[in-house]
Protein backbone atom coordinates (compact mmCIF):
# COMPACT_ATOMS: atom_id res chain seq x y z
CA UNK A 1 0.00 0.00 0.00
CA UNK A 2 0.91 3.54 -0.51
CA UNK A 3 1.46 6.10 2.09
CA UNK A 4 2.60 7.63 4.67
CA UNK A 5 3.04 5.93 8.16
CA UNK A 6 3.96 7.79 11.46
CA UNK A 7 5.18 5.66 14.64
CA UNK A 8 4.13 5.09 17.30
CA UNK A 9 0.96 6.47 17.96
CA UNK A 10 1.14 7.26 21.18
CA UNK A 11 4.51 8.44 22.72
CA UNK A 12 5.03 9.20 26.83
CA UNK A 13 8.35 11.22 27.58
CA UNK A 14 9.63 12.47 30.41
CA UNK A 15 9.97 15.95 30.50
CA UNK A 16 13.89 17.15 29.58
CA UNK A 17 14.18 13.64 27.53
CA UNK A 18 14.28 14.05 23.58
CA UNK A 19 12.38 12.16 21.48
CA UNK A 20 12.39 11.66 17.46
CA UNK A 21 8.68 10.88 16.00
CA UNK A 22 9.16 8.63 12.66
CA UNK A 23 7.69 9.49 9.59
CA UNK A 24 8.11 7.67 6.57
CA UNK A 25 6.58 7.54 3.27
CA UNK A 26 6.68 5.53 -0.07
CA UNK A 27 4.41 7.55 -2.42
CA UNK A 28 7.99 8.98 -4.05
CA UNK A 29 6.99 13.00 -3.04
CA UNK A 30 10.04 15.13 -3.31
CA UNK A 31 8.66 17.71 -0.65
CA UNK A 32 8.04 16.56 3.36
CA UNK A 33 6.43 18.64 6.03
CA UNK A 34 5.96 18.66 10.39
CA UNK A 35 2.73 20.10 11.44
CA UNK A 36 2.22 20.59 15.46
CA UNK A 37 -1.78 20.57 16.37
CA UNK A 38 -3.15 22.11 19.81
CA UNK A 39 -6.49 20.99 20.73
CA UNK A 40 -9.28 22.94 19.39
CA UNK A 41 -6.57 24.38 17.14
CA UNK A 42 -5.52 24.43 13.32
CA UNK A 43 -1.82 23.12 12.31
CA UNK A 44 1.09 24.86 12.50
CA UNK A 45 3.99 24.04 10.18
CA UNK A 46 7.55 23.46 12.05
CA UNK A 47 9.87 22.35 9.25
CA UNK A 48 9.52 21.60 6.05
CA UNK A 49 12.16 19.73 3.21
CA UNK A 50 11.73 19.92 -0.47
CA UNK A 51 14.58 17.97 -1.21
CA UNK A 52 16.81 15.37 0.05
CA UNK A 53 19.42 17.00 2.61
CA UNK A 54 17.88 20.45 2.62
CA UNK A 55 14.86 21.49 5.02
CA UNK A 56 13.61 24.74 6.01
CA UNK A 57 12.17 26.13 9.35
CA UNK A 58 8.21 26.92 9.66
CA UNK A 59 6.27 28.98 12.09
CA UNK A 60 7.38 27.34 15.07
CA UNK A 61 10.80 25.77 14.42
CA UNK A 62 12.22 26.21 18.19
CA UNK A 63 12.75 23.55 20.23
CA UNK A 64 12.69 21.39 17.13
CA UNK A 65 15.06 19.52 14.67
CA UNK A 66 14.80 17.39 11.68
CA UNK A 67 16.80 15.45 8.47
CA UNK A 68 15.73 14.87 5.58
CA UNK A 69 18.69 11.35 4.41
CA UNK A 70 16.63 9.43 2.71
CA UNK A 71 13.74 10.69 -0.01
CA UNK A 72 11.41 8.36 2.21
CA UNK A 73 11.94 9.51 5.55
CA UNK A 74 11.73 12.96 7.69
CA UNK A 75 12.18 12.29 10.86
CA UNK A 76 11.46 15.16 13.76
CA UNK A 77 13.14 15.34 17.38
CA UNK A 78 11.38 17.03 19.81
CA UNK A 79 14.41 18.63 21.77
CA UNK A 80 13.89 19.51 25.69
CA UNK A 81 14.50 23.00 25.04
CA UNK A 82 10.89 22.89 23.44
CA UNK A 83 8.86 24.17 25.92
CA UNK A 84 5.22 22.79 25.38
CA UNK A 85 6.05 19.45 23.46
CA UNK A 86 2.79 17.97 24.59
CA UNK A 87 1.11 17.70 21.13
CA UNK A 88 -0.73 16.26 18.34
CA UNK A 89 2.12 15.71 15.33
CA UNK A 90 1.26 15.55 11.71
CA UNK A 91 3.19 14.58 8.92
CA UNK A 92 2.67 15.35 5.40
CA UNK A 93 4.23 14.77 1.72
CA UNK A 94 3.58 16.18 -1.71
CA UNK A 95 5.03 15.42 -4.69
CA UNK A 96 6.25 18.84 -5.70
CA UNK A 97 8.62 20.91 -3.64
CA UNK A 98 6.92 23.88 -4.90
CA UNK A 99 10.01 26.03 -5.84
CA UNK A 100 10.42 29.67 -5.84
CA UNK A 101 9.09 32.17 -8.42
CA UNK A 102 6.08 29.20 -9.07
CA UNK A 103 2.65 28.44 -7.91
CA UNK A 104 2.50 24.50 -6.94
CA UNK A 105 -0.74 23.20 -7.02
CA UNK A 106 0.33 20.41 -5.75
CA UNK A 107 -1.48 17.98 -2.73
CA UNK A 108 -0.39 17.84 0.51
CA UNK A 109 -0.81 13.97 1.68
CA UNK A 110 -1.37 13.59 5.81
CA UNK A 111 0.20 10.71 8.26
CA UNK A 112 -1.79 9.61 11.08
CA UNK A 113 -0.52 11.52 13.47
CA UNK A 114 1.62 11.11 16.32
CA UNK A 115 0.37 12.11 20.33
CA UNK A 116 2.90 13.33 21.83
CA UNK A 117 2.39 13.28 26.35
CA UNK A 118 5.75 14.84 28.21
CA UNK A 119 4.72 14.16 31.86
CA UNK B 1 -0.67 36.26 3.86
CA UNK B 2 -3.63 34.81 2.57
CA UNK B 3 -5.71 33.87 5.55
CA UNK B 4 -9.09 32.57 5.46
CA UNK B 5 -12.55 32.85 7.58
CA UNK B 6 -14.54 30.10 8.62
CA UNK B 7 -17.34 29.69 11.14
CA UNK B 8 -16.69 27.62 14.38
CA UNK B 9 -19.29 25.33 14.13
CA UNK B 10 -22.22 23.99 11.60
CA UNK B 11 -25.22 21.79 12.22
CA UNK B 12 -26.28 19.50 9.19
CA UNK B 13 -29.30 16.97 9.08
CA UNK B 14 -28.32 13.40 7.66
CA UNK B 15 -28.78 13.14 4.20
CA UNK B 16 -29.16 17.05 3.46
CA UNK B 17 -26.37 18.89 1.57
CA UNK B 18 -23.93 20.70 3.79
CA UNK B 19 -22.67 24.13 2.65
CA UNK B 20 -19.46 25.53 4.43
CA UNK B 21 -18.43 29.13 3.69
CA UNK B 22 -15.34 30.51 3.44
CA UNK B 23 -14.11 34.20 3.69
CA UNK B 24 -10.19 34.31 1.69
CA UNK B 25 -10.98 37.88 0.83
CA UNK B 26 -6.46 38.87 0.82
CA UNK B 27 -6.10 36.11 -1.78
CA UNK B 28 -3.83 36.80 -4.92
CA UNK B 29 -4.34 35.97 -8.50
CA UNK B 30 -2.32 32.65 -8.60
CA UNK B 31 -3.35 31.41 -4.98
CA UNK B 32 -5.40 28.26 -4.75
CA UNK B 33 -7.95 27.38 -2.20
CA UNK B 34 -8.37 23.89 -0.75
CA UNK B 35 -10.85 22.23 1.68
CA UNK B 36 -9.23 19.40 3.80
CA UNK B 37 -10.94 17.53 6.73
CA UNK B 38 -9.95 16.57 9.86
CA UNK B 39 -11.75 13.57 11.68
CA UNK B 40 -10.36 13.47 15.50
CA UNK B 41 -7.33 12.11 16.28
CA UNK B 42 -6.50 11.63 12.37
CA UNK B 43 -4.30 13.03 9.94
CA UNK B 44 -6.43 15.37 7.73
CA UNK B 45 -7.99 14.03 4.92
CA UNK B 46 -7.73 16.22 1.26
CA UNK B 47 -11.26 17.11 -0.40
CA UNK B 48 -10.80 19.27 -3.26
CA UNK B 49 -9.06 22.39 -4.93
CA UNK B 50 -9.71 25.07 -7.35
CA UNK B 51 -8.55 28.12 -8.46
CA UNK B 52 -11.19 30.01 -10.27
CA UNK B 53 -13.71 27.48 -11.63
CA UNK B 54 -16.07 25.73 -10.00
CA UNK B 55 -15.01 21.83 -9.34
CA UNK B 56 -16.36 18.83 -8.49
CA UNK B 57 -15.23 15.25 -7.29
CA UNK B 58 -16.76 12.44 -5.88
CA UNK B 59 -16.79 13.98 -2.30
CA UNK B 60 -17.84 16.94 -2.69
CA UNK B 61 -18.52 20.67 -4.60
CA UNK B 62 -16.55 23.52 -4.49
CA UNK B 63 -17.62 26.81 -5.37
CA UNK B 64 -15.48 29.56 -5.80
CA UNK B 65 -16.86 33.67 -6.22
CA UNK B 66 -16.18 35.30 -9.35
CA UNK B 67 -14.12 37.93 -7.21
CA UNK B 68 -12.74 35.08 -5.52
CA UNK B 69 -13.15 36.41 -2.28
CA UNK B 70 -14.81 33.58 -0.94
CA UNK B 71 -15.96 30.16 -1.60
CA UNK B 72 -18.36 27.46 -0.49
CA UNK B 73 -18.05 23.55 -0.11
CA UNK B 74 -21.02 21.41 -0.34
CA UNK B 75 -21.01 17.89 0.61
CA UNK B 76 -24.25 17.03 -1.40
CA UNK B 77 -26.07 14.38 1.20
CA UNK B 78 -23.85 14.57 4.02
CA UNK B 79 -23.72 11.24 6.41
CA UNK B 80 -22.51 10.63 10.14
CA UNK B 81 -19.81 9.94 9.16
CA UNK B 82 -18.71 12.92 7.68
CA UNK B 83 -18.42 14.79 10.81
CA UNK B 84 -15.56 16.28 11.04
CA UNK B 85 -13.65 19.64 11.21
CA UNK B 86 -13.73 21.43 7.76
CA UNK B 87 -10.61 23.52 6.70
CA UNK B 88 -10.60 25.71 4.36
CA UNK B 89 -6.91 27.04 3.19
CA UNK B 90 -5.09 28.83 0.92
CA UNK B 91 -1.38 28.12 -0.03
CA UNK B 92 0.62 30.96 1.59
CA UNK B 93 3.68 32.39 -1.01
CA UNK B 94 5.88 30.61 -3.55
CA UNK B 95 6.41 27.54 -1.80
CA UNK B 96 3.93 24.61 -1.09
CA UNK B 97 3.20 25.86 2.42
CA UNK B 98 -0.14 25.89 3.51
CA UNK B 99 -2.20 28.14 6.46
CA UNK B 100 -4.78 26.09 8.64
CA UNK B 101 -7.05 27.96 10.18
CA UNK B 102 -8.92 26.72 13.14
CA UNK B 103 -11.93 25.28 10.50
CA UNK B 104 -15.63 24.51 10.91
CA UNK B 105 -16.52 21.83 13.23
CA UNK B 106 -19.42 20.54 10.89
CA UNK B 107 -22.10 18.05 13.21
CA UNK B 108 -24.18 15.50 11.23
CA UNK B 109 -27.12 14.84 12.99
CA UNK B 110 -29.64 12.22 12.32
Known amino acids: DGGITQSPKYLFRKEGQNVTLSCEQNLNHDAMYWYRQDPGQGLRLIYYSQIVNDFQKGDIAEGYSVSREKKESFPLTVTSAQKNPTAFYLC??????????????????FGPGTRLTVL | DAKTTQPTSMDCAEGRAANLPCNHSTISGNEYVYWYRQIHSQGPQYIIH???NNETNEMASLIITEDRKSSTLILPHATLRDTAVYYCIVRVGNFNKFYFGSGTKLNVKP
Open chain 1, 92 to 109: ASSMEPGLAGFSSTDTQY
Open chain 2, 50 to 52: GLK
